[in-house]
């Protein structure tokens, strides 16, 4: 396209979320949260006036919470690999999936993601959405991939520091330590240790640490001169392809590349 870009971006779950009384670090059901049909053809519309080119929808990908939804068979994660009650969305847990707060139906949220779309394409607007190349939650498990596409360290030798074929680095012999570890609530088990996303080796991270997120491998040897290693290519930039395909394949035009510096530009 030509012209200037311009880029509104939106936080989801606060934009459209009209509750007056919320309670600073309470919880979704005090509080609420935005939802995809908050933005009708109207809002759009009104986003588009100001010269809006894009919009960036923050927070989509289902991230860690300590929101669940039983019902839904949607369970919260561990208190100790969660920062805030709602959680940070940069902190996936699965990246073939929405997150279900930002639903009216939450069985149907992927439908509701895809309305989106359609709604904002419908007002002249392209659609960006994040994408967190360099880590993911500590407690990543994905339960909508495709059949054919296996999980972050399914298939990961654990007992190497670095493989160029595994998809995390590891802290053999040791067991992740949480800074806010609460020996009250089920310990969040890590054996051994993964590596945190702000590339913090040790087992127990300190509490300024992205403590609840682990660092992706793109077959990078850190604690060798950060040797590359990108022949054959690194399963890690398979699994990112695949993803990155799956949305675009949803609709989605673009992506905001949260924290790219930190993954080797060669991928």
Not at 49 to 71: D, K, R
Not at 106 to 116: A, G
Not at 144 to 165: A, L, Q, R
């Amino acid at each position: 396209m030509s012209g200037k870009l311009i880029i509104y971006q939106v936080l989801v779950r606060l934009f459209g979320n009209t509750n007056s009384s919320c309670i600073p670090n309470s919880s979704y059901e005090v509080n609420g949260s935005g939802k995809f049909v908050d933005f009708t053809s109207e809002v759009l519309d009104q986003i588009k006036a100001l010269g809006s080119t894009h919009i960036w929808y923050t927070g989509v990908i289902e991230h860690a919470t300590l929101t669940q939804f039983p019902e839904h068979g949607i369970r919260s994660n561990n208190f100790s690999i969660v920062k805030g009650i709602a959680g940070s969305p940069y902190s996936i847990t699965d990246y073939y999936d929405v997150s279900p707060v930002l639903a009216l139906n939450i069985p149907e949220r992927q439908n509701e993601f895809r309305d989106l779309v359609r709604r904002t394409h419908q007002c002249n607007l392209k659609v960006i959405i994040d994408f967190v190349p360099n880590h993911i939650s500590r407690d990543y498990k994905s339960d909508s991939k495709p059949s054919s596409v296996s999980d972050f360290g399914e298939n990961d030798i654990t007992g190497f520091p670095f493989h160029p074929m595994n998809n995390f680095y590891y802290i053999p012999g040791s067991s992740f330590k949480s800074p806010v570890q609460d020996n009250s609530i089920e310990l969040f088990i890590e054996t051994p240790a993964k590596v945190t996303g702000n590339d913090c080796f040790s087992s127990q991270p300190s509490l300024n640490d992205w403590y609840e997120t682990v660092k992706l491998n793109y077959g990078v040897d850190y604690l060798n001169n950060h040797k590359r290693y990108f022949n054959p290519i690194p399963d890690t930039w398979i699994k990112m392809e695949e993803i990155l395909n799956f949305w675009i394949e949803e609709g989605v035009d673009g992506f905001r590349c949260d924290m790219a510096e930190m993954v080797p530009p060669e991928f």
